[in-house]
DNA sequence: TACTAATCTTAACATAAAATTAACATAGAC
DNA sequence: GTCTATGTTAATTTTATGTTAAGATTAGTA
């Protein structure tokens, strides 16, 4: 996934703080939105809906916990992750407010590696997520002659193993997942590509070409006008 | 896991407070140490390999984040949990131990029902495709020609012996543990580098290279977008 | 403590595999 | 039959991994 779709609201009232955090981030390709209080930040991040707002715990007004517990409240911003960004010398109590629904907590002084590295763990754990690689905790799935260990990424076709590749498994894993369900076409971009990933008309055709090839024609029918589905 | 199987060292220069977590804690089934500073705790952590340290903050000469950045160093504790016991109004340790590496903080006065439950809730995220030094103590390992003695870091292939650095070590007695396991990049990372070190993309690959002269290419299976796997 | 050697990490670049695109073909709905 | 959604193919772009050497770090030793 590219970082450039990726949009985070910084917030906090320090403006160094907010112009050192957007430096860093930006250069790894992300969209960055500031915001300098609390009241801010909540009128920004129903405007722009972020990926990830980062928020500082001590603010004048709105305080971190607060503006992350209004954040929680707003359902355009459900899929919205939250960290907090901490100061050492802060009352934890305060920070306990990881119970006000933050995903994360990044402690200052903030060292930009550790800083992205974190931000990139948190991205690609909710986007697992999404794809179901660790809610469903069924870790082997059997459909006729197809059997599918997400454990170790392999599928095997009539007891022959197949290789895919990224793409073609989770598009596989997706179809799988209900069988008889069809799949539309914007279904499978936003499980298997993400929601920000534009990429052109003929890409799923392709892919599911490819998988048809691997596990044999008859489990993927097309239903025009609709979409795909497993049998 | 068998809570038997799980070993905890504590650490607290109060003797009755030993007394009273030992009881508690061994009443779960859990394999208790004890240590009453920080120089003890890390001779004593080095030599046990605990799944968990509960470590006080404050205690003479070496204090608990001092501990704990120790620990943080030496990589046969890399799996190992840590947590502090702070008293109230050290609030300000918390913080600074989070950022020395710990993973949970539980502040006194103790209940034992409140800490059994955080234990546990630590231990959980022990996911068990991570490399357990200390349940798997079998000194030595085979597979094929290869042969691995945990004693001394030395492994044996075609019965020529071959000198592995640390980290080469512990990357192939990882994909040795399970053959034919795909481990993911991020696996891999926590397993051998432990979740608080963060390195550049480049560096497993490096270490896999080496390893794969070392050992011979045909043990380790580049499984493209997944990961490496052991056959 | 400072020196030395070993180990680890980084960064730049190379390569192979996978993903995407674009041009064109085909089949089914109307 | 025409139109549109999907199928097909090969070329192209992008991405993940491989490779190398230099620089940084660590551990061992004087």
Redesign the pocket.
Known sequence: ??NNNIKILLVDDEADILEFLSYNLKKQGYQIFTAKNGKQALIKAKEIIPHLVLLDIMMPEIDGIEACEQIRKIDTLNNTLIAFLTARGEDYSQIAGFEAGADDYISKPIKP?VLVSRIKALLKRHNDYKLDLRIDNQKIIKNGNILIDKNNYKVTVNNEIV????????LLLLLISKPEKVF??DEIFSS??GEN??????????????L??KIG?EH?????????KFV
């Open positions: 996934m590219e590696k290789n895919l590749t990224k793409k073609e498994f989770y539309t076409r298997v590509w990933v534009v990429v052109g008309d003929r890409t799923i055709d392709v892919h599911i070409k490819k048809r090839e024609d993927i029918v097309t239903i025009k006008g609709f979409g795909y």
